[in-house]
């Protein structure tokens, strides 16, 4: 028996094996509600529900999902950190009355599993705006994706078979355009498609590499020509663009677009060219480059004021920007190229076909500080003026 | 900061209306576990500047409204009742919604969402890490006015002390009629009269509504069927100088909600001995501030938020369920 004040107990996890997710028997449980649409987006929440697992040196991670996408059921059996997903089709959903982990309840999941497995008794429930792209780099582990290993053979003789050289680099090229699906038109991100040809033509020709080009089905004709691969008209790609990502030296993105995910999910260097917002990769050696930003006389913003300015997080609407009176302008033809000589600098140790390298972790701290802080560890550039312009002074 | 890590400017910094959203879903069936997940969340609430706490909780126990209106940081609640529920898409944040949540309330108050989302799992009888400061059952002061006159009413002195004794509690009819044999012998005369005779206190006695009728002993109230009031429940242990309970049972929480020292047996070594019950009492007697009558009610302290919580939320000084 104990006498012990209402507010005053004694601590019963102080033996630090008795922690969650300190040991096998008392697993983290995640369970992540992975409700986003987007393809950007569901890479992304996928990402960080991964990297929340790898803070705990033993967690389960649940993901709940609606299969309203063809890629989505692809992207969950590309994270090797799930433990058990369900697929939500239709209208059908489960309740919030499937937390009651108590007997008797009115109201629950009829899913065996979901009990079975702790889904009632959660010790960290994600939604999604809980799972902020511009928390992704404070995580100490970042996930990765994996191809299933089945699949790996395969893939690369697609990539083979569609007339890659296996004993040169290659980069990934991806771009938005107005013809993407019921989406549409979107001025801010969408580019004018001489510029993906011309930029293709420049790798192979001056910077030695190829190029594949990724996308929808649809999307404007390239010539033809050697070095030059186009998986954009896959009907269905399954996991051949997510593996072409992974194997490539970079990832070039000349408009922000969903797609472009698939590189920090494998750790592929990426470059994000006419960015209106600092966020992207996660890799340290990758770049975000922004559309020039220019006041209402015409003249250009410096990027440590963007940098240090909520500008950098809010340009995206425009509303924002009209108010602020900020006015953006694509990168040009030779601010795209000089990009893609810097990102050729940082890959400089990947001269074929990229292999997965395992990653160095840090101990798991079997807990974690909420609110994660909002960051970015790569570099955001600007090539605005004759001077490069890199708030870390790297190039 | 996280090392390497380069920061994005602070877009909620001086911005209350932004203030970081709880969306808490309490689910508990028991009094004892239900108060703690209101009064657990209530707490995390009080941890975050600006915060703003919704719960979802099911309308499935009389008990369920009144105490959930003594918590006074909710911004609002969603009591569901019968088969009726609320999807897991409602944290759907992004337009074309497949599955949609009819609740203009949900989006105004910004629900679908969250920054944090508790539930039952995460606030079984325990404060997070970093809660220095609990919260506690808020009483209007015409309300509580109102019930103390209840009190009064029914007998209690509003000049002298009283405790708040909880009963032989059992949902077993054997079990109640073997304790109150047992009780009524062993504890019940010696246990009043320790308080009202030899401390000069009063014993509001408090139980399951069908407990047999104790021998009636000056200085004792019976409020036996306060479970079907439980707001005059909670408002009667909220002014006692102390709470005691001779079975484990839920009630002790609105002990620990209102701050009051409470005593209950450990679950797991029988019943206790009337030295043991004597020696708890002198104890609490002890602990308890020196009230000449009634106790004031607790108000919860002005505090600086820590607006950070540790995931998972662990242990800590707090509630034990």
Not at chain 1, 241 to 247: L, P
Not at chain 1, 294 to 319: C, F, H, K, Y
Not at chain 2, 136 to 156: I, K, S
């Amino acid at each position: 028996m104990s006498l012990r004040e209402g507010h005053a107990i004694e601590r019963d996890t102080d033996n630090p094996r008795l922690a969650v997710g300190a040991s096998a028997d008392n697993p983290c449980i995640i369970v992540a509600l992975m409700l986003a649409r987007t393809l950007g987006d569901f890479i992304d929440h996928q990402l960080f529900a991964a990297s929340t697992a790898l803070l705990f040196e033993h967690s389960r991670l649940f993901v709940y999902y609606r299969d309203d996408r063809p890629y989505k059921s692809r992207i969950v059996a590309m994270n090797p950190y799930v433990t058990r997903a369900w697929a939500m089709l239709e209208k059908d959903t489960f309740p919030f009355d499937g937390f009651d982990d108590r007997p008797g309840a009115p109201v629950g999941v009829d899913e065996e599993d979901w009990a079975r497995l702790g889904c009632r008794s959660p010790h960290i429930l994600l939604t999604p705006s809980m799972m902020q792209r511009a928390m992704l780099p404070a995580f100490p582990n970042s996930a990765r994706f994996a191809i299933p290993n089945d699949q790996i053979r395969g893939l690369d003789q697609r990539l083979l078979d569609a007339g890659l050289r296996p004993d040169r680099w290659f980069c990934v090229l991806h771009y938005r355009e107005p013809t993407f699906g019921p989406r549409g038109a979107e001025s801010d991100r969408d580019i004018d498609p001489s510029y993906p040809i011309a930029m293709t033509d420049h790798i192979i020709r001056h910077l030695g590499g190829q190029v594949v080009r990724i996308g929808h089905p649809g999307m404007r004709a390239f010539p033809a020509r050697s070095g030059f691969v186009d998986l954009a008209g896959e009907e269905d790609p399954g996991f051949l663009h997510a593996h072409a990502v992974s194997r490539a030296r970079f990832f070039y993105e000349l408009s922000p677009s969903g797609p472009a995910h698939f590189a920090w999910a494998f750790g592929t260097p990426a470059v994000r060219c006419n960015a209106i917002q600092g966020w992207g990769p996660l890799e340290e050696s990758s770049m975000v480059v922004l559309k020039q930003f220019r006041d209402r006389s015409g003249n250009q913003i410096p990027l440590d004021w963007i940098i240090n300015d909520e500008m950098l997080v809010r340009a995206s609407t425009r509303t924002y920007r009209e108010a602020r009176g900020i006015f953006l302008t694509p990168n040009s033809l030779d601010e795209l190229r000089r990009a893609a000589r810097d990102i050729l600098a940082r890959t400089a140790d990947c001269l074929a076909w990229r292999r997965p390298v395992e990653q160095v972790r840090v101990p798991p701290p079997n807990s974690f500080e909420w609110p994660l802080q909002r960051g970015y560890r790569h570099h955001i550039m600007a090539y605005w003026d004759s001077s490069t312009q890199d708030v870390e002074g790297v190039v | 900061m996280t090392p390497g890590l380069k920061p994005f400017a602070d877009l909620r910094s001086g911005r209350s209306a932004d203030g970081p959203v709880i969306v808490a879903f309490l689910l508990a069936r028991s009094m004892g576990e239900f108060v703690a997940e209101s009064l657990f969340a209530a707490s995390v609430k009080r941890s975050l500047e600006h915060a703003i706490l919704c719960v979802y909780w099911r309308n499935d126990r009389p008990f369920k409204g009144p105490l959930l209106g003594l918590n006074g940081h909710i911004t609002h609640n969603w009591g569901a009742q019968g088969g009726a529920s609320m999807p897991l898409d409602a944290f759907d944040d992004a337009s074309g919604k497949p599955v949609h949540v009819r609740d203009l309330d949900w989006f105004r108050h910004r629900c679908h969402r969250p920054d944090v989302v508790l539930t039952p799992s995460m606030m079984r009888g325990r404060w997070p890490d970093g809660v220095s400061a609990p919260a506690r059952f808020h009483w209007r002061e015409e309300h509580g006015a109102r019930l103390d006159g209840d009190l009064a009413a029914l007998g209690v002195d509003p000049n002298r002390w009283f405790c708040v004794l909880k009963d032989w509690d059992s949902n077993d009819p054997d079990d109640l009629i073997a304790g109150e044999d047992r009780t009524v012998s062993g504890y019940d005369i010696r246990i009043v009269e320790k308080i009202v005779r030899d401390a000069g206190g009063q014993v509001v006695r408090v139980g399951h509504a069908k407990l047999p009728d104790r021998a009636a002993i000056a200085g004792r109230i019976d409020l036996a069927d306060a479970g079907c009031k439980p707001l005059l429940l909670a408002r009667a242990i909220a002014r006692a100088r102390f709470y005691i309970e001779l079975t484990p049972s839920g009630t002790a929480m609105l002990a620990r909600a209102s701050a009051v020292p409470c005593w209950s047996p450990s679950g797991f070594a029988g019943q206790p001995s009337v030295a043991e019950l004597e020696k708890a009492i002198g104890a609490l007697a002890m602990q308890a501030d020196d009230h000449g009558g009634w106790r004031l009610p607790v108000v919860e302290q002005p505090h600086q938020p820590s607006n950070r919580i540790i995931w998972p939320l662990r242990a800590g000084p707090g509630f034990v369920g």
